[in-house]
């Protein structure tokens, strides 16, 4: 045979070989039962942030550290908060002592508010049977109304002095709140995701102390096409796999699956690009051993024929 021959038989077995070879190391059809999605693990992610300004004197706060509800994650500097507190405190007790003063005074001008009345009616008795001046009489009322303008001047006083109380009262409760948010707690039970400030740091209204997230609270939104989203069902079976453990899966349940389709997102890899809309499933993840952690790629197996046994390997489909 001649060698121009050869060439076009050559390049046909490369081209077979390689078809074959092709052929063989695609990865399997999806069995029967299942559906197949992607996505990202996600939390709800809660943003603990300072509401007043202060010097970072005591942090809890270590990254991936689980925390209970309530327990202290960030201390500020409340020295100048405690002061204050002390002056307002000393200021109530100085009014309610000027009240105590003022009180007293109205008591003792109103006993003598009931003596200078009774006098009063005395002297008019007295009067009518010319017994007394009519000169006695007038100095009779006189001293009444001082006594009736003094006591009347003292209780307008009084009614002053208790308003005043009131606001210094109500000034002390104000600087507690604020003596109690230089301590942060954490809201919920919770991981530590993120560290917002460092010991000795100044906080400010508004600055991020830490995120937390509720490790075992993770869902994993997939999106599946049109065609298939009818055989979904509530609390369908799921296993899922991360990249970060090749070698395990996760359990899940179908949690949610969105009522309107959408196009599908950007940084989702459908198995059949040419469909375009696709609805959200989203997945509860058991997450009790605490592996699995928000932002992680993750496969989805969602078997939606409850007779369909699991196959011994989860493969991504064609």
């Known amino acids: 045979m001649k060698s121009w021959m050869w060439t076009p038989l050559v390049v046909l077995l490369i081209a077979g070989a ?8 695609l990865p399997p059809e999806l069995e029967a039962g299942f559906l197949y999605g992607n996505g990202h693990v996600e939390g709800t992610e809660i943003s603990v942030a300072a509401e007043l300004s202060g010097r970072v004197l005591q942090s809890n706060l270590e990254e991936g550290r689980e925390v209970s509800q309530g327990e202290l994650l960030v201390a500020l500097d409340a020295t100048d908060i405690r002061a204050a507190i002390a002056k307002a405190e000393a200021e109530v007790a100085a009014i309610e002592f000027e009240e105590i003063r003022v009180n007293e005074q109205r008591r003792t001008w109103r006993d003598m508010l009931a003596t200078a009345e009774r006098d009063l009616v005395r002297y008019q008795e007295l009067r009518n049977k010319g017994l007394v001046a009519e000169q006695r009489l007038d100095q009779s009322g006189s001293v009444k109304r001082e006594a009736l303008g003094q006591v009347r001047a003292l209780e307008a006083q009084l009614q ?69 989203i009818g055989k979904v069902k509530l609390n369908d079976d799921v296993r899922v796999r991360v990249n970060a453990f090749p070698d395990r899966h996760f359990d899940a349940r179908v949690k949610r699956v969105d009522q309107k389709a959408q196009f599908t997102p950007r940084d989702i890899n459908m198995p059949e690009e040419r469909v375009r809309m696709v609805f959200g499933v989203v997945l509860a993840l058991d997450n009790s051993g605490g592996y699995l952690k928000p932002g992680m790629p993750a496969d989805a197996w969602i078997r939606w024929d409850p007779d369909a046994p699991w196959p011994e390997t989860l493969v991504v489909p064609r």
């Open 160 to 228: 002053e002095t208790r308003a005043r109380t009131e606001v210094a009262k109500r000034n002390v409760e104000v600087l507690g709140i604020q003596l109690a948010r230089t301590e942060i707690y954490a809201p919920l039970d919770a991981t530590i995701l993120t560290k917002g400030i460092e010991l000795g740091e100044l906080a400010s209204p508004g600055r991020m102390v830490a995120v937390l997230v509720d490790l075992n609270d993770l869902e994993l939104k997939v999106y599946l096409p049109e065609a298939v």
């Open 18 to 25: 390689s078809y074959y070879f092709y052929i063989e190391t």
